[in-house]
């Protein structure tokens, strides 16, 4: 097929292609627009960006934030928006000027957006048509004074921006209006600057935000566009929302190649089938949930993605057989697993499942296979002391590739981030094991936390929620059903039975995002208690498997 097969970084070759700036994440957009401006870059409900148009809308953005910004030494840029060709235009536009960009899910209720806004710090908020329709008088008071409204559609007039009843008074300026620019390269960044901020799952309630360095971002960008061997003429998958990393992958492997994002709408995802035929798309990223559910409903006919060339599952555990249907479907596609959390900058592992022992031991799970190329990953007991490889424990990560701390929280910095044998480290919380032939594979998780749909959920974030609206202590959470070994929801749990479940559920909607709200609320009269006095979650699964049966 003509390109390195995911065998790059294994055979020792990086790419020599060196951008005009090596630490600014827009500096590939740049180099592009530079050689070949007509290029396609993104494209998104039948319109497409050449490189050319998105330098100009990116480097003009990035002038209005310097100029209202100009006496503001660290700049952070709140994005508001779904998945579009405005958020491209947004994420580059803070990364050209040198900003910190912080995606802000419009999935997620109101609540916890302030909660988010509480610990940022924002200089300004870039906002689409769907982001601009969710800003109440509340949110309104909690921005900065700058919004820039990159939609296509006016800014709406009922969310009392500069209007007498908002308080905060805060100017909102059309990007539409913004006079066009030539565009300069971007500002330049040292690798120490923080390039973006995603937010996860907190056990305490509370969403921890994680800080990304440019330098670690670049080194991963580079090195995993060349073990993927993608090509300016690839045409790329975009499944994900800004607030989820993958989404960073998505967006700058494919620009770092000089090749273009065909960004999926979100309501358009069961359709994705279609929609890679008739882009004749070369490169799928996604999370595996997303081709269970296309298997579910019948889409994955044989032969029916013959375009692809390059698959990149991550995010989830990649179960055999859904790789068998999906080959079936892509017969001249290659299929990588990527593995990493947040806090490793998007993937650290990466595992080719042509390749021998591709699939771990009794479990039809894919290998998340080797490091990255700067990156080291090891095994250790609950002491932090490393074992020997075959011995199962926790993944530990280090490396170029480690987040520069949590926001705000340097007590959950030191614990996560300790150093161990003089070398700083990450404690990913997985089970996993080395392979005699030095293969990693992930074995679930050690805590209560689990995957669903790709986002990283603390089961005690959504204990503590629970708390709050059913005013009772004694509840749990719980992954519920398990479909190839994975949640794929959850169930809460309640210690009382003077409870209204609607009600709490209602409750929740208004306080997480949808993924994390429990399918159902039980109440019992008492949980189950193990003999350390703790909630038996075991019991609980036990219970649900019984219901089920």
């Known amino acids: 097929m003509g390109h390195l097969g995911f065998q790059g970084f294994i055979l020792g070759t990086v790419s020599t292609r060196s951008p005009l700036n090596d630490q600014n994440l827009a500096a590939s957009v740049y180099r592009h627009q530079l050689a070949r401006p007509d290029a396609q870059a993104v494209s998104f409900n ?73 610990q940022c710090e924002l200089s300004a908020v870039i906002t689409d ?50 006079p066009s620019v030539c565009p300069t390269a971007p500002i330049p ?58 989404s960073v ?44 559910m296309l298997r579910q409903v019948g889409a994955l006919k044989p032969g029916s993605l013959a375009s692809l060339q390059k698959t990149v599952f991550g995010g989830e555990p990649l179960t055999e057989s859904l790789v068998r249907h999906w080959r079936d ?28 022992d591709s699939f771990s031991r009794d479990r039809e799970i894919a290998a998340i296979g080797n490091p990255l190329p700067g990156i080291q990953a090891s095994i250790v007991d609950p002491e932090g002391r490393f074992l020997a490889p075959s011995v199962t424990g926790e993944l530990v990560i280090a490396g170029d590739q480690l987040a520069q701390r949590y926001l ?22 997985d089970l996993a094991f080395q392979d005699p032939s030095g293969v990693f594979h992930c074995l679930g998780r050690i805590d209560h936390q689990i995957k669903i749909l790709g986002y990283r959920v603390e089961l005690e974030e959504i204990e503590a929620h629970l708390r709050a609206a059913s005013e009772t202590e004694m509840v749990a959470a719980v992954g519920w059903p398990h479909e190839n070994g994975s949640p794929t929801g959850i169930v809460g749990f309640v210690g009382s039975t003077a409870v209204d479940d609607q009600q709490i559920i209602k409750m929740l909607r208004q306080r997480i995002p949808s993924y994390m709200v429990p399918r159902q609320i039980i109440a019992m009269d008492h949980l189950p208690i193990n003999s350390s006095g703790k909630i038996d979650r075991h019991a609980l699964q036990q219970l649900l498997h019984q219901r089920s049966v």
């Not at 309630?205 to 060349?226: D, E, F, L, N």
């Not at 090749?259 to 008739?278: D, K, S, W």
Request: glycine letters at 8%; proline letters at 4%; hydrophobic letters at 40%.
């Open 408 to 429: 705000g929280e340097s007590a959950l910095t030191e614990t996560r981030f300790p150093t161990l044998q003089g070398q700083r480290w990450y404690r990913t919380g």
């Open 189 to 246: 960044v040292a690798a120490t600057h923080t390039a973006y901020i995603i937010f996860t799952s907190g056990t305490t309630g509370v969403p921890k935000g994680v800080m990304i360095s440019a330098g670690s971002a670049r080194h991963y960008i580079q090195h995993v566009t060349c073990w993927l061997g993608l090509e300016a003429e690839d045409r790329a998958l975009e499944t994900c929302e800004l607030s989820f990393d993958f």
């Open 329 to 356: 479907a892509a017969p001249n596609s290659e299929v990588a697993n990527l593995y990493g959390p947040t806090e490793a900058t998007v993937f650290c592992l990466a595992q080719n499942t042509q390749a021998p």
């Open 46 to 118: 039948g319109q497409s960006l050449s490189y050319g148009v998105l330098a100009e809308r990116s480097a003009r953005l990035a002038g209005c934030l310097a100029q209202n910004l100009e006496s503001q030494a660290a700049v952070r840029v709140g994005i508001l928006a779904s998945r579009n060709a405005h958020a491209c235009v947004a994420v580059l536009g803070a990364c050209w000027g040198g900003a910190t960009y912080v995606p802000i899910s419009i999935r997620q209720p109101a609540e916890r957006i302030l909660s988010l806004l509480a």
């Open 129 to 178: 048509d769907d982001g601009a329709r969710l800003l109440t008088p509340a949110l309104l008071e909690a921005f900065p004074q700058l919004i820039i409204h990159v939609g296509s559609h006016q800014f709406p007039k009922e969310t009392n921006a500069d209007t007498n009843t908002n308080t905060n008074t805060n100017r909102v300026i059309h990007f539409a209006a913004l």
């Open 249 to 292: 992958h998505n967006m700058f492997s494919t620009w770092e190649a000089g090749a273009c994002l065909h960004i999926l709408p979100a309501n358009q995802v069961m359709n994705a089938v279609r929609y890679v035929q008739e882009a004749q798309l070369t490169v799928w990223n996604s999370v595996p949930s997303l081709a269970g």
